[in-house]
């Protein structure tokens, strides 16, 4: 049995992105329930230098929607980076898994080889499908996803590894 | 063209574990320079109730060796968790980097529908070799390794996404 770059793909932001949904229903509820203001967390940085909650997810939809986007040779819809509160960062991740689940394994099969370049100011990175997933993309993503969560813990809210993994279990017998 | 097992696992595991080597001797030559006690470092944790940053990479250690060794239907090596030093766990990955680098294609490739079992406390996890992989191994394994860049990065490191990205330059044109 072979793997398709679809099935490597799609269903793992798919997976990780509903995880993050989750984890921040849950993180908000807790800051609710504390009479916390939610939008301290949503500023929350775990270095000065470093991107607050708020940029963090909005890169985690980023990489996403690009990556899916990329491997299926599609432009990724944009979304403009004007998310200030909770509802609003809620509302982009659900508007990018929706775009994700529109993504047809025939769209991303056979693109493994094939060149997915990435323009940053001053440089091109040019990539097989393959290589722009494992060493680009999904390293990306969970920078960025798993930074969230370092600040929602950091922050207090109770959650947990077994969140961060809630589709492994979902898919274990 | 299809892929392998094999190409989406150990390749993936070994770029990151080279990575997290380069962050750490950044941030050792960092906090030496600077005059502070790495061991502070060590024991640095992003909320009360999580690892510090000597467990996160004991933990990293293990979800790569672990993952690559089921992958390959193999015991993983025994790593007791006894390192309290910068070069002790350094030593640790360089074993860990060593133990992969000697799994073959030909163990893994073929293994997609294989079971793997997780046993823990209480449950048991059954995986195919596949959603093994990308639904846990590596969400966990990059779990711990964002949190280690987390934690150096939180201490004042001067590292950023491109060193955690390496292997992805490397590999890009």
Redesign the interface.
């Known amino acids: 049995?072979?793997?398709?770059?679809y099935?490597?793909s799609i269903?793992?932001y798919l997976?990780?992105l509903n995880n993050l949904l989750a984890l921040l229903d849950k993180a908000k509820a807790h800051a609710d329930g504390e009479g916390a203001d939610f939008a301290h967390w949503l500023d929350a940085r775990?270095?000065a230098d470093?991107h607050p909650l708020t940029r963090q997810i909005q890169i985690v939809s980023d990489a996403a929607k690009g990556g899916a986007a990329r491997l299926a040779g599609l432009e990724p819809p944009a979304m403009p980076d004007e998310e200030i509160t909770f509802d609003q960062l809620r509302d982009r991740l659900v508007r990018t898994i929706a775009f994700i689940e529109t993504i047809r394994p025939e769209q991303v099969d056979?693109r493994?080889?094939a060149t997915i370049e990435?323009k940053f100011p001053g440089r091109t990175?040019?990539?097989t499908g393959?290589?722009f997933l494992?060493?680009?993309s999904?390293?990306?993503f969970?920078?960025h996803?798993?930074?969230a969560?370092?600040l929602l813990?950091?922050k207090?809210a109770p959650i947990g590894?077994m969140d961060?993994?809630a589709?492994?279990?979902m898919?274990?017998?």
């Open positions: 049995m072979s793997l398709s770059l099935d490597i269903p793992v997976t990780a775990l270095a470093m056979g493994e080889t990435l990175m040019s990539f393959r290589d494992l060493n680009f999904l390293p990306n969970y920078f996803l798993v930074t969560y370092g813990r950091h207090g590894k961060f993994l589709g492994a279990q898919r274990a017998a």
